[in-house]
């Protein structure tokens, strides 16, 4: 429960079955796409490099990238696309049954260089760290194009099975890292706050976010606590990855530790109150004054 874990086609299918007389709503997915898609609706210039099928939920998934104002960096292949399935307990929870389809066959050979030059900071999810080869050829390509890196631990599973290879890029290519409180002490084996140092030591900012007490941010010798916002939690998906797009967010118009932060908690309590990756207009033209006031 809480977790990621990969599925075979076998096992969606099944999984297909068990949920068949369940509510469901079909939305696009993927850490870095809702970072992608959280800062494009609050008007950052992001992009989304990955892997899709030539089938239904291929189309689905082009089609509400490029809606949602995303510029896709798509390959396409003659196979089915990958899906997640988030079951949602009732309090709140989610776990995924990840198939990973196509997205699971996407190489560094295919990832052009060029497209790099556009972006700043490139974004990379640790779903996705299983291929080694595709991660550090495109670390390198993004670091040869002058953009920062950041990674996202993704899932506390994840780290256990990739620990080294994640500490590795951390000391070798990262500038920022994202973790919740199980992700840090599997990545480093210490508590959230001497996790957070530890990871400092290696990064320009190191961000564990600790559930209900809010996050610690550490970068050089600042290091700040930010509390949660109050939020009437339905489906904990993507507050990690909203949190991310705050943070970057505020990034983008230099704002302090404390203010990246702030804004990183809006929209994660916002997202957590709906079910899904998706808010409404509304919502976000509620977290644009929101976020003016924290940055005035």
């Known amino acids: 429960k809480g977790s990621m874990q990969l599925i075979n086609e076998e096992q969606r299918i099944l999984i297909f079955d068990k949920i068949k007389d ?3 709503e079909m939305t696009t997915g993927g850490s870095a796409s809702n970072t992608s898609l959280a800062l494009a609706k609050m008007g950052i210039e992001t992009g989304f490099i990955g892997k899709i099928g030539s089938d239904d939920y ?44 196509v997205a699971a066959r996407l190489s560094h050979e295919e ?8 972006y700043n900071c490139f974004y990379i999810e640790g779903y996705l760290v299983q291929n080694y080869a595709l991660i550090e050829n ?7 194009a002058g953009a920062k890196i950041a990674l996202d631990l993704a899932s506390y599973n994840v780290v256990e099975e990739n620990r080294d290879f994640l500490m590795n890029l951390i000391v070798k290519y990262v500038d920022f890292v994202f973790a919740n409180e199980e992700e840090a002490r599997a990545l480093t084996g210490k508590p959230a706050e001497e996790a957070l140092c530890e990871i400092a030591e290696h990064v320009e900012v190191a961000i564990v976010k600790i559930g209900s007490r809010g ?8 290091q700040i606590h930010v509390p949660v916002l109050q939020a009437n939690m339905v489906d904990a998906t993507a507050a990690g990855d909203y949190y991310a797009a705050g943070f970057f967010y505020g990034m983008s118009k230099s704002a302090t530790l404390e203010q990246c ?36």
């Open 58 to 101: 291929g189309a689905f998934y082009m089609n509400e990238i490029i809606k949602s104002g995303v510029i896709p960096h798509f390959i396409k292949e003659e196979a089915p696309s990958g899906t997640a399935m988030a079951l949602i307990s009732p309090d709140g929870e989610r776990t995924f049954g990840t198939y990973l389809g």
């Open 138 to 144: 495109a670390i390198r390509m993004a670091k040869e």
């Open 261 to 296: 932060g702030r804004i990183g908690s809006l929209l994660a309590a916002r997202v957590i109150e709906t079910v899904g990756t998706k808010l409404t207009e509304d919502s976000w033209s509620q977290i644009r004054i929101n976020i003016n006031q924290i940055l005035n």
């Open 22 to 24: 369940l509510k469901k």
């Open 111 to 118: 990832i052009r260089a060029d497209i790099f030059n556009s």
């Open 215 to 222: 996050s610690l941010i550490k970068k050089g010798e600042e």
